[in-house]
């Protein structure tokens, strides 16, 4: 089992950066890929950027390619996406996204809204 508890969301002005957290239990966070994902009003879940366990690789979605970056710190058991130059678009909760192989759990969201 482990449980994620992501921090750092608010309000920004177009332009601004924000940095989330998520900070997972258990003793084999090394293990898992972690995520970080998104959902505006009216619209599905979308995967925002992916680290593997090792830190090696990452993965983007295009909206967010060039602003956005994930990392992990594996001793510590947190993920952070820092994101920079923030739109109006990137309104939404963001979920920290843990999995391994069949087994997948969500944080309980954190809200950005980025407006002036």
């Known amino acids: 089992q482990v449980q994620l508890v992501e921090s750092g969301g608010g309000l920004v002005q177009p332009g601004g950066s924000l940095r989330l957290s998520c900070a997972a239990s258990g003793n084999i966070f090394s293990l898992y890929t972690m995520a970080w994902y998104r959902q505006a009003p009216g619209k599905q879940r979308d995967m925002v950027a992916t680290i593997i366990s090792t830190g090696g690789v990452t993965y983007y979605a295009d909206s967010v390619k060039g602003r956005f970056t994930i990392s992990r710190d594996n001793a510590k058991n947190t993920v952070t996406l820092q994101m920079n130059s923030l739109e109006p678009e990137d309104t939404a909760v963001y979920y920290c996204?843990?999995?391994?192989?069949?087994?997948?759990?969500w944080g309980q969201g954190t809200q950005v809204t980025v407006s002036s």
């Open positions: 996204h843990a999995r391994r192989g069949s087994n997948e759990y």
